[in-house]
């Protein structure tokens, strides 16, 4: 069964971190560049960072660049992402997508194959 289980949303306070996790079950795990995206209440989904299909280049979106880090683990067919110096406005639904293009995109087309997504709320 082709899946994207996210995991590790939570609540958290403004400054404080969270690590979220994608296993992925969608064959050849290195075959796909990796993404995560969120949504807010209300708005569009956006792109937050991407990973090129070996972990050596990543892609961040400038409201996340320096407090968020993307990484995976081939062997563990999983994904990861840190999240630092959290902020209010990062509160929304995180999502894990995988795309067969081996580089990094920050193109929801792009994604072929999406999680389920796991919440993360900051307090202020």
């Known amino acids: 069964q082709t899946q994207l289980v996210e995991s590790g949303g939570g609540l958290v306070q403004a400054g404080g971190s969270l690590r979220l996790s994608c296993a992925a079950s969608?064959?050849?795990?290195?075959?796909?560049?990796m993404g995560w995206f969120r949504q807010a209440p209300g708005t569009e989904r956006e792109f937050v960072a991407s990973?090129?299909?070996?972990?050596?280049?990543?892609y961040y979106s400038d409201s996340v660049r320096g407090r968020f880090t993307i990484s995976r683990d081939n062997a563990k067919n999983t994904l990861y992402l840190q999240m630092n110096s959290l902020k209010p406005e990062d509160t929304a639904i995180y999502y894990c997508a995988a795309s067969r293009l081996l580089g990094p995109s920050g193109s929801r087309s792009d994604f072929e194959i999406w999680g389920q997504g796991t919440q993360v709320t900051v307090s202020s």
């Open positions: 969608i064959g050849v795990f290195s075959n796909f560049a």
């Open positions: 990973i090129n299909w070996n972990g050596g280049h990543m």
